[in-house]
């Protein structure tokens, strides 16, 4: 039940942008709530911020509100996440992951296998 990443993290420069992907395997986009998460070593996974049906994407996080953008595309059963003006604060491995009813992690039933955005000078 994992998604796949068609585009993975790397090495960003504080004020970037980076756009994350995740296509997904085995299921279809449009009949799940998507959410992405990130985990950073020696701390707790956090809901970054979800995306469903009628929705244009909601951050979870204070800190990602007006920065961090939820988008998906149906035909090509992709989700994307894109991050501009990226702090160090934002270094973690993030997940894509879809689940029904709820935007949590404990709701999500396929997940992504995650890639690191690290974002330093």
């Known amino acids: 039940r994992d998604s796949s990443w068609s585009l993975g993290g790397g090495l960003v420069q504080p004020g970037g942008s980076l756009r994350l992907s995740c296509v997904a395997s085995?299921?279809?986009?449009?009949?799940?709530?998507i959410g992405w998460f990130r985990q950073a070593p020696g701390k707790e996974r956090e809901e970054v911020g979800c995306i469903g049906p009628n929705d244009g994407g909601r951050g979870r996080i204070e800190s990602v509100k007006g920065r961090f953008t939820f988008s998906q595309d149906y035909a090509e059963n992709t989700a994307y996440l894109q991050m501009n003006s990226l702090e160090p604060e934002d270094t973690a491995v993030y997940y894509c992951a879809a689940g029904l009813p709820e935007c949590s992690a404990r709701a999500m039933d396929y997940w992504g296998k995650g890639t690191l955005v690290n974002v330093s000078s």
């Open positions: 085995g299921f279809t986009l449009g009949y799940y709530v």
